[in-house]
């Protein structure tokens, strides 16, 4: 069945930096990934998502411009780096992937009922 682990979760000031890392391990093929997060009282919003193949991208409009979403050389890590937090930010991330779906839009907005693999997650804070 494989897992998802990600880690790079921590503690930052507003305006700060921080860049989190998905390691899909065990895993089938897949085709696209996305990055999602979740926080206290708020729904689960699918921030990023990357094309493995191609490297195409899509990002909500709450983080394009400050998020980045990529991927190693080696394609076994997907990285989401993440420029100007703000108090808005905080909140668990996760990544997750359905197997059925490439195009990085469908990946990162489909129900949680239909992805096939979800990580751990980690978490982000933001300090005013």
């Known amino acids: 069945q494989g897992q998802l682990v990600e880690s790079g979760g921590g503690s930052v000031q507003a305006g700060g930096s921080l860049r989190l890392s998905c390691a899909p391990s065990?895993?089938?093929?897949?085709?696209?990934i996305a990055w999602f997060r979740r926080a206290p009282g708020k729904g689960r919003e699918g921030v990023a998502a990357?094309?493995?193949?191609?490297?195409?991208?899509y990002y909500a409009d709450s983080v394009k411009g400050r998020f980045t979403i990529s991927q190693n050389n080696a394609k076994t890590i997907i990285y989401l780096r993440m420029n100007n937090l703000k108090p808005e930010d905080p909140a668990m991330y996760y990544c997750?992937?359905?197997?059925?779906?490439?195009?990085?839009?469908?990946?990162?907005?489909?129900?949680?009922?239909?992805?096939?693999?979800w990580g751990q997650g980690t978490q982000v804070s933001v300090s005013s």
């Open positions: 065990g895993t089938y093929p897949f085709n696209s």
């Open positions: 997750a992937l359905n197997y059925y779906h490439d195009h990085p839009e469908e990946q990162a907005s489909r129900p949680e009922s239909e992805y096939h693999l």
């Open positions: 990357i094309y493995t193949n191609r490297g195409r991208t």
